[in-house]
T-cell receptor, first 110, second 114 residues
Framework: DAGVTQSPTHLIKTRGQQVTLRCSPK?????VSWYQQALGQGPQFIFQ???????QRGNFPDRFSGHQFPNYSSELNVNALLLGDSALYLC?????????FGQGTRLTVV | GENVEQHPSTLSVQEGDSAVIKCTYS??????FPWYKQELGKRPQLIID?????GEKKDQRIAVTLNKTAKHFSLHITETQPEDSAVYFC?????????????FGQGTTLQVKP
């Protein structure tokens, strides 16, 4: 079992650009959540997908959007990147309450 | 809004001593409380969790207690070892059906000195 995998591991983008991050959930998991973790902070909830629909959303602007595919994998899209979007983006998959995290994508906006 | 306060922010103990990290949550509807350990540059790893119908749970050297009335929960690590050094996060969640979001505390950096 490969666990939760995310790609890419690192990414550098310019302000105003768009980015897509990808997540493959742990085998048997059907729910995917995305979190943003700034340096020295706890992860902050962005949104959660279940049955290909966004089920819950945190306090993030519409520039953040996502998608879940029939195979339960998910994408996080961020438009019009700001310097403040630089962070570690974590994907977590679950089937029930227990959430398991991927290794994250380190996004740097310059 | 929902909030989780965690303290202390840093904790230094001698190897073999115990460590206690405390968290308080704001939403009384929260029903699931996991703890994660995050080593530098690595993913958060679930180390123990507790549900609102249980007051205490233990797994070897790690235990978690929950006081629903006071809305706080704590992580206890006994006989600490250098490999316990990491950042620990508490979280609270209102889990219903197939959905629930984790609200994390700010983290506690635990240093275990050999």
């Amino acid at each position: 079992d490969a666990g939760v995998t995310q790609s890419p591991t690192h990414l550098i983008k310019t302000r105003g650009q768009q980015v897509t991050l990808r997540c493959s959930p742990k085998s048997g998991h059907d729910t995917v959540s995305w979190y943003q973790q700034a340096l020295g902070q706890g992860p902050q909830f962005i949104f959660q997908y279940y049955e290909e629909e966004e089920r819950q959303r945190g306090n993030f602007p519409d520039r953040f959007s996502g998608h879940q595919f029939p195979n339960y994998s998910s994408e996080l899209n961020v438009n019009a990147l700001l310097l403040g979007d630089s962070a570690l983006y974590l994907c977590a998959s679950s089937r029930g309450e227990e959430a398991f995290f991927g290794q994250g994508t380190r996004l740097t906006v310059v | 809004g929902e909030n989780v306060e965690q303290h202390p922010s840093t904790l230094s103990v001698q190897e073999g001593d115990s460590a206690v990290i405390k968290c308080t949550y704001s939403d009384s509807a929260s029903n699931y409380f996991p703890w994660y350990k995050q080593e530098l540059g690595k993913r958060p790893q679930l180390i123990i969790d507790i549900r609102s119908n249980v007051g205490e749970k233990k797994d070897q050297r790690i235990a978690v207690t929950l006081n629903k009335t006071a809305k706080h929960f704590s992580l206890h690590i006994t006989e600490t070892q250098p490999e316990d050094s990491a950042v620990y996060f508490c979280a609270a969640s209102i889990w219903s059906g197939n959905t629930g979001k984790l609200i994390f505390g700010q983290g506690t950096t635990l240093q275990v000195k050999p």
